[in-house]
């Protein structure tokens, strides 16, 4: 009997075996991981980046991973054969990689990290010869123009130089380089410049301007350093003017007890401080909302509050420089820094927002035939784009700085104020 029953026992046993499906084989096969998708391209346009990458014939959608700091995180699924990355802070370094997914649940390989390049920095414009910062990793320059009545850039020539000859070249032109790179398959695309030009010289070259503010008009890009290409140092390559720039860390208007601070107003009281300036640029504001500083009345003369010390710097100015043009720059909107919150009606420790400060400004600007250039209503920096127009949200990255400083460029000669 138990003899009868082994035999019955691995006879089910066999016929387990021979019957099993060949799908439990073949799914082996199948589960193998997919070859990663092809990317084509990666390119900066208006401080977005936008990848693309050839179709996977299984896929069902994709996956992008972005890597700043520490480990790569997921930020998009997509059916779509590009993403476009809007969360870009301002000046720093990323690396992407695109996964997908097919209809069976199955994950493919990974591309390898792709990278960005950075928009180039023209430094020089004179004549048909512009030249630039050169830029890391780039296998060369793509130079475009467009006449001033059109959006539409034409390529008019390549190089692997930081420098560059223009033919038929024209004064009223824009003209811009895009570094690329296309050694590795993919085509690697920088974003542009699209404020450079010439025809903002006429009339202005050797005019003698000088810049007053905070670390902001000096150039810092916070925590990167300083920028290549300040606010005062693009309107001299627009104007083809003498700019100066005075702008200097945690400067304020008004004059701290505590003589190791700075304090613009402080400043003007040297003899001759303004003396041989046609044009004085006034930046500042956002230190004193920041520190807290008193903010008084029109009317006060204490120069311990924002009124008072705008009302003696003034009158420095008017007594140094009688004949000179005075521009006003009122304070940039700004993200959430240190214990204050973002945006201009936050208030500070003394209970004052960034408007209150700014209007203080148009005021004694108003009272003393002062022009002002109102950050706020050209919204350069914003509630909706600070965090990619700035490094830290505040201080603005080297490309807003060229922004800014065509922006202010334009005003002034809008103006004739240069």
């Known amino acids: 009997m138990r003899e009868t029953i082994k035999r019955i026992f691995l006879a089910v046993i066999l016929v387990c075996i021979t019957a099993a499906p060949a799908a439990e084989f073949s799914y082996a096969k199948t589960a193998a991981r997919p070859d990663s998708p092809k990317v084509t391209s990666v390119m900066t346009v208006n401080n977005h980046i936008t990848i693309k990458w050839k179709k996977a014939a299984k896929a069902a959608q994709y996956k992008v991973y972005k890597k700043r700091k520490g480990a790569y995180k997921l930020i998009g699924i997509t059916k779509q054969r590009h993403y476009v990355d809007s969360n870009v802070l301002a000046g720093h370094k990323y690396s992407y990689k695109v996964q997908y997914i097919t209809k069976k649940g199955l994950r493919s390989k990974s591309t390898k990290a792709v990278r960005v390049l950075d928009t180039p920095l023209v430094k020089k414009l004179s004549q048909g010869y512009m030249s630039w910062y050169r830029v890391s990793g780039a296998k060369g320059y793509n130079i475009y123009s467009r006449s001033g009545s059109s959006k539409k850039w034409k390529k008019i020539g390549t190089t692997k130089n930081t420098s560059f000859r223009i033919k038929k070249y024209s004064r009223s032109k824009f003209y811009t380089v895009r570094a690329f790179d296309t050694g590795s398959g993919i085509r690697y695309y920088s974003g542009i410049d699209k404020t450079v030009t010439e025809r903002y010289r006429k009339g202005h070259a050797g005019k003698a301007i000088v810049f007053e503010g905070d670390s902001i008009m000096r150039g810092s890009i916070y925590p990167l350093g300083t920028s290549r290409i300040t606010i005062s140092e693009k309107v001299d390559l627009l104007t083809g003017s003498r700019c100066t720039n005075r702008g200097a860390g945690s400067n304020t208007l008004t004059v701290p007890k505590e003589p190791e ?14 003396k041989k300036y046609k044009v004085i640029v006034i930046a500042i504001g956002t230190n004193d909302y920041s520190f807290g500083r008193k903010l008084g009345s029109i009317g006060s003369t204490d120069e311990t509050t924002f009124y008072g010390a705008a009302k003696e710097l003034f009158a420095n100015i008017k007594k140094q420089a009688p004949a000179a043009k005075v521009v006003v720059v009122t304070p940039s909107y700004r993200g959430t820094w240190e214990r ?10 003394r209970g004052y927002t960034l408007h209150d400060y700014s209007s203080a400004l148009k005021s004694v600007a108003a009272d003393n035939g002062a022009y002002v250039y109102d950050s706020e209503k050209y919204g350069i920096i914003n509630a909706g784009n600070y965090k990619t127009t700035t490094t830290d949200n505040m201080h603005p990255s080297e490309y807003t700085h060229q922004q800014i400083g065509y922006s202010l460029t334009r005003f002034m000669i809008r103006n004739r104020i240069i």
């Open 340 to 349: 204050l919150g973002s945006g201009f009606d936050s208030k500070n420790d």
């Open 261 to 274: 601070y700075r304090s613009l107003t402080r400043d003007s009281r040297k003899a001759g401080y303004f």
